[in-house]
């Protein structure tokens, strides 16, 4: 029964370059939330995604920034042209499909994005 | 604004004592709340939740207490263990908000043997 998973574990990229970075829900859970962390600090929320749908986008940076959430296959969470500023630790998170409000989301072990 | 923080970014407790962890939110209407344990290098691990028609709630050595009078939350954690050790994070959510997490900023357990 696997977890919430997430790839790359560790992506290093140089400033310009584009990250690209999958989650994979829990099994039957159609509700995808990514989150940036800063070391030291808690979770920001960036963008809340339902299966072709972007529900609430209210996190995300305007420019460079963007997710989806396919019919088939993972959430992906796409950052064009890194910049230093955009190192941090990315986490998705999913809940299930019957439950769109006021439930525990589960968490994924996360991307660390290094810009060099 | 709406915010979710913590009162001390730092506790050390010595083995076997109780811990407790603090939180304070600012929304009130904020009707859930949760708190999760992140050991480093790690995603955020549920322990226990609460909702607002609460004021407490028990798992197995945890307890967590919900004043909503003055918009207070904490994390009781019984016989703490080196195992405990880990950063705890405090989150809230509201039915309008959706299904995201409101997180606040963490305090860092050390469990010292």
């Known amino acids: 029964n696997a977890g919430v998973m997430q790839n790359p574990r560790h992506l290093v990229r140089r400033r310009g370059q584009e990250a690209r970075l999958r989650c994979s829900p829990m099994?039957?859970?159609?509700?995808v939330y990514w989150y940036r962390q800063l070391p030291e600090e808690g979770l920001k929320f960036m963008v809340y995604l339902q299966k072709e749908n972007i529900i609430d986008e209210s996190g995300m940076p305007k420019e460079r920034f963007s997710a989806e959430f396919p019919k088939e296959g993972p959430s992906i969470l796409r950052i064009q042209q890194v910049v230093r500023g955009d190192s941090a630790a990315y986490f998705c998170?999913?809940?299930?499909?019957?439950?769109?409000?006021?439930?525990?989301?589960?968490f994924g072990s996360g991307t660390q994005l290094s810009v060099l | 604004g709406e915010s979710v923080g913590l009162h001390l970014p730092t506790l050390s407790v010595q083995e076997g004592d109780n811990s407790i962890i603090n939180c304070a939110y600012s929304?009130?209407?904020?009707?859930?709340f949760i708190w999760y344990k992140q050991e480093s290098g790690k995603g955020p691990q549920f322990i226990i939740d609460i909702r607002s028609n609460m004021d407490k709630r028990q798992g197995q050595r945890v307890t967590v207490l919900l004043n909503k009078t003055v918009k207070h939350l904490s994390l009781q954690i019984a016989a703490t263990q080196p195992g405990d050790s880990a950063v705890y994070f405090c989150a809230e959510n509201n039915y309008n908000q959706g299904g995201k997490l409101i997180f606040g900023q963490g305090t860092e357990l050390s469990v010292k043997p």
């Open positions: 099994k039957g859970h159609s509700h």
């Open positions: 929304n009130s209407a904020s009707d859930y």
């Open positions: 998170a999913s809940s299930p499909s019957s439950q769109a409000t006021n439930e525990k989301l589960f």
